[in-house]
């Protein structure tokens, strides 16, 4: 069965810096790999997903994430932060082969400072 | 176009009863899907369903159900509710199945307390 790992549970960064948040999976072969973002009180939304292809991966808001096969990595990256990013964020794996079976990780939770 | 709508939005149970919860996809989308999200559990998929019949499914008890209608409207049933169920349910539609990677979009999602 397939697994998800986001490392960190938290993450501070201030308004404008960088950020990385990172992911890592358990699949026997390429699989879908997802990120999603959702602010309290609300459902998720799709920021990007992998395929097959580009390993570099552009999405809404500014996101972009790359699939490393060596690393079974999927880290998400956005220059430069704003406050309305705060939100939980969410790293999903998904079955392949005809069926569709997704699995998310734990989520992190990112705090921005003004 | 109207989002993924998703009734009631709250409900409260207590143990062993049972809940219907309702979806109503973006219209044009075939595909739905079912998630549960708990603080100890993390998000889960429960199943989904495609063209009325159901095409995928978690690891979940037999007690959770669903179904689709010929115009792609959703419902969930969970029979004998247990204090454990109680979580945000999440819906979510797509044009086609999952497998196709056709973006899935959800909705606010029902918050279900069980006593």
């Known amino acids: 069965a397939q697994s998800v790992t986001q490392p960190d549970i938290h993450i501070t960064v201030s308004e404008g810096a960088s950020l990385e948040l990172r992911c890592n999976y358990s699949y026997g072969a390429t699989p879908y790999l997802f990120w999603y973002v959702q602010s309290p009180g609300q459902g998720l939304q799709l920021l990007l997903k992998?395929?097959?292809?580009?390993?570099l991966v552009q999405g809404i808001k500014g996101f972009e994430a790359e699939f490393k096969r060596s690393q079974s990595s999927f880290n998400l990256r956005k220059p430069s932060v704003h406050w309305s990013d705060a939100a939980e964020y969410f790293c999903?794996?998904?079955?392949?082969?005809?069926?569709?079976?997704?699995?998310f990780g734990r989520g992190t939770s990112l705090i921005v400072h003004p | 176009k109207a989002g993924v709508t998703q009734t009631p939005r709250y409900l409260i149970k207590t143990r062993g009863q049972q809940v219907t919860l309702s979806c109503s996809p973006i219209?044009?989308?075939?595909?739905v899907s079912w998630y549960q999200q708990t603080p100890g559990q993390g998000l889960q998929f429960l199943f989904e369903?495609?063209?009325?019949?159901?095409?995928n499914k978690g690891n979940f008890p037999g007690r959770f159900s669903g179904r689709q209608f010929s115009n792609s409207r959703s419902e969930m049933n969970v029979s004998t509710l247990e204090l454990g169920d109680s979580a945000l349910y999440l819906c979510?539609?797509?044009?086609?199945?999952?497998?196709?990677?056709?973006?899935?979009?959800f909705g606010p999602g029902t918050r279900l307390t069980v006593l």
């Open positions: 219209s044009g989308h075939r595909s």
């Open positions: 979510a539609s797509s044009t086609n199945s999952g497998a196709s990677g056709d973006t899935q979009y």
């Open positions: 999903a794996v998904a079955t392949t082969g005809g069926s569709y079976i997704p699995t």
């Open positions: 992998y395929f097959s292809g580009d390993t």
């Open positions: 369903y495609f063209s009325e019949t159901q095409r």
